[in-house]
């Protein structure tokens, strides 16, 4: 037979089983995290008309978008998970409940040029609370919450989510006389953390044509540090020249106020005055999330509020607040600085049962019995040596063993070999079911990501 | 502003959120399913090179496939998950330890005709365990396990699965002289359901040619029935006569034999000699399972046993045993047969908290709290007339309000309301979400699948 080379495309990540069960770990606990606070899962299709898809038009992304004709008809794949929710709340606009909250974990296609670490094929994981002409604050005020519960559930402890507010911003430059140039301006600020201020101020000089007073005011205001009671302190110095930055300063002074209602620490909440995000559609409160010894990797995680969802598709006005982690890339970059956690249970399996008897009802009842009590149980009848039987255990990293043999079957036991350990010990099936059920319980809470110390 | 008509393509499923509710939930059973018997989730790419997804080459799915060019490369999406599987095994068969076991839920695409109830992007739920050259037979009598616990956790009672081995079929036309016939006399005998014993026994003499002897032999052979003991013992008869058909017998009888210990009730178990399966590979048992009250639904489980995996890219013998649930269509059907229970809880929240305070510190404490107790907490803030509110919670279906009012920050406390019967309490945040947790994982026991009496 003539065979053909087994092989996976570049750009598209195929885990191993082991990587794969933690990729499984991260995802379970966005679902549950999205869930806690109230947002419907939602799956809308890979493949849509073209002409849905490419509705808003133009920019970087339309050259890397899959497309392609099946009979006449012009397809496109997904590129990213706001597009379809835009059409699917259009779409479905008289029978959805507004504020409408939705996550949505999936796949999406970019056609990158192939480098490392840049995927064609790669999961986002997205949240979005949309709003009927109308969408309270409060809702920007949550999400640095479902970032804080979800990084610290992947283990992570070391994150900062860096929140700032276009209004402030855009209100600042309407000060300035510069709102017309607020775009630009925001685009070279954007830059501080890669070149440094001196060079953002020659920049803003030499490339902006800002006159001296301009880059002063602007560098002075991005340099406002210090805790967020100190930044909102001297944020409140520029009250009363521009009713956009009031409005800013009073959506940003909420977010802050409710953050330790909402559980998150202090030291894991920094308002940022530099970040902007560079989409244009973003109107209010912006976010980013850094990991404190990562600052190379960027954000994991941004969004912010826009006004105006889905204004290709529908004259309702649409705004929203979301957020998208990056996941595939995430759990790239979590790989390569060997921040996943190998410790954390990957085998397919809490327990092999072994059987060394010829009639096998009683290990296979045995089987059955840990999986009633929600132990992740396989049964190995492979005619091998008992140390290749083993071996696969070890090669697997599975916990613990079942052993079944004569005299356990005799004694209505059966004997539990705890494979990190070797200790082992004969007891009833119920109850062998129950102790390794207690103790994976405990394994369960190893987290998925572990920092360095 | 041109706007663009949103819309989804014809075959594409798009879910309403409770509808998808109710989708994540089968889907969360079927991943909790398949774990506790050791299968490893995978994940591959939708888009693969078509050499490779086409390896295996020719047959009906080709014309279906969607196939592009990007850039020079010639693409092609999935459309199954066991090609996928077979690459994968063969890729990186040197790094998995085998018998290796898998299950993957995700989407497969095929183009075709559009109509009522067919899919061009759909779910397939599948599981394989792969043998390095061997696999016992106890891992085909796992199978009807793994279907049964699936089915019943869905809510299923009413049925049946059925299960015969391609070697007893081979095995019985090699006594007659027929083995070389017996794909054809299959595929006639397959039809037995749809146009009864005496038009089957007319085609195998009419158009296949059989004689009479032949067409009585076989006639009587799928006519066995009875119980699994009585089938069994009926075909007892035949042994020795056949090797193939005695191994056949033997598999059959292991399979049966350990149903009880592998927890299988024996009136969800059916052997049936009428089954065949239409795939050429299956080579040793295959299944089917069938809804007692909905035959015309036909099998919404099946699968077999298979010699060879992955032939057309690897020299290694990969015998495995697998079954695939179409899920998509499945829940399809469910919905059209309105078997899928809107009983269950398909709310994106467990509970609407409900601030009736200035402050909203109190409140989003509240929320906080219940949502460390895992009780999926919707905080609704938007200015709206309360009448609203509660409009709002009875069109998304949420169980439970917490209303904060000033009363209730004075005290200390919240009005839990359960929003089905009226009832309304005050009483402590920790306490609300103890009471409230405790009612939700009761309402998590409710089915999602409700079999009409």
């Given amino acids: 037979m003539e065979r053909v080379k087994p092989r996976t495309l570049s750009g598209f990540m195929e885990l191993p089983p082991a990587r794969q069960q933690q990729m499984e770990r991260m995802m379970e606990i966005l679902r549950e995290s999205y869930s806690l606070y109230g947002f419907t899962p939602l799956d809308t299709p890979i493949i849509e008309s073209a002409e849905v898809l490419l509705a808003k038009g133009g920019g970087e992304t339309e050259k890397q978008i899959y497309r392609f004709l099946k009979g006449d008809t012009d397809l496109a794949l997904r590129f990213d998970l706001t597009v379809p929710l835009a059409k699917y709340v259009a779409a479905n606009y008289s029978n959805l409940a507004f504020p409408f909250k939705r996550y949505?974990?999936?796949?999406?296609?970019?056609?990158?040029?192939?480098?490392?670490?840049?995927?064609?094929?790669?999961?986002?994981?997205?949240?979005?609370?949309?709003g009927d002409g109308s969408l309270d604050i409060v809702n920007e005020a949550e999400i640095p919450s479902i970032i804080y519960r979800t990084f610290t559930r992947f283990g992570l402890t070391n994150f900062v989510i860096r929140v700032n507010n276009r209004k402030i911003l855009n209100g600042f430059y309407d000060m300035?006389?510069?709102?017309?140039?607020?775009?630009?301006?925001?685009?070279?600020?954007?830059?501080?953390?890669?070149?440094?201020?001196?060079?953002?101020?020659?920049?803003?000089?030499?490339?902006?044509?800002?006159?001296?007073?301009?880059?002063?005011?602007?560098?002075?205001?991005?340099?406002?540090?210090?805790?967020?009671?100190?930044?909102?302190?001297?944020?409140?110095?520029?009250?009363?020249?521009?009713?956009?930055?009031?409005?800013?300063?009073?959506?940003?002074?909420?977010?802050?106020?409710?953050?330790?209602?909402?559980?998150?620490?202090?030291?894991?909440?920094?308002?940022?005055?530099?970040?902007?995000?560079?989409?244009?559609?973003?109107?209010?409160?912006?976010?980013?999330?850094?990991?404190?010894?990562?600052?190379?990797?960027?954000?994991?995680?941004?969004?912010?509020?826009?006004?105006?969802?889905?204004?290709?598709?529908?004259?309702?006005?649409?705004?929203?607040?979301?957020?998208?982690?990056?996941?595939?890339?995430?759990?790239?970059?979590?790989?390569?600085?060997g921040l996943l956690n190998d410790a954390m249970v990957t085998a397919p399996a809490d327990v092999l049962v072994i059987p060394m008897t010829q009639d096998l009802t009683y290990p296979i009842a045995a089987a059955t019995t840990l999986r009633a009590h929600g132990v992740r149980t396989q049964l190995y009848t492979e005619p091998k040596k008992v140390k290749q039987k083993f071996a696969y255990a070890d090669k697997l990293g599975v916990p613990y063993a079942v052993i079944i043999g004569d005299d356990e079957v005799a004694a209505g036991a059966v004997s539990v070999k705890n494979l990190q350990t070797g200790e082992q010990r004969s007891m009833p099936p119920a109850q062998a079911a129950q102790t390794i059920a207690a103790a994976i319980a405990e394994k369960k809470q190893i987290p998925v990501i572990r920092e360095r110390l």
Same sequence: chains 1, 2.
């Fill in 176 to 337: 300035l006389g510069l709102l017309a140039r607020s775009g630009e301006i925001m685009r070279t600020v954007d830059k501080l953390d890669k070149i440094g201020a001196e060079k953002v101020g020659l920049l803003l000089h030499d490339e902006l044509d800002l006159g001296q007073d301009n880059v002063g005011d602007i560098m002075e205001f991005i340099s406002i540090k210090g805790s967020n009671a100190q930044v909102l302190a001297a944020l409140e110095e520029y009250r009363g020249r521009s009713e956009l930055f009031d409005t800013g300063l009073d959506e940003l002074t909420t977010v802050a106020k409710y953050l330790a209602a909402f559980g998150v620490p202090e030291d894991h909440f920094q308002i940022d005055l530099t970040i902007a995000r560079g989409l244009d559609y973003y109107t209010g409160t912006v976010y980013e999330t850094t990991l404190t010894d990562y600052p190379e990797i960027g954000s994991v995680c941004s969004g912010g509020r826009y006004d105006d969802l889905a204004g290709y598709y529908t004259d309702k006005k649409l705004p929203g607040v979301g957020i998208s982690i990056g996941l595939t890339r995430l759990f790239y970059v979590l790989g390569e600085q």
């Fill in 104 to 130: 949505q974990i999936g796949k999406v296609y970019r056609g990158e040029r192939s480098q490392r670490g840049r995927f064609r094929e790669f999961y986002q994981a997205d949240i979005d609370v949309i």
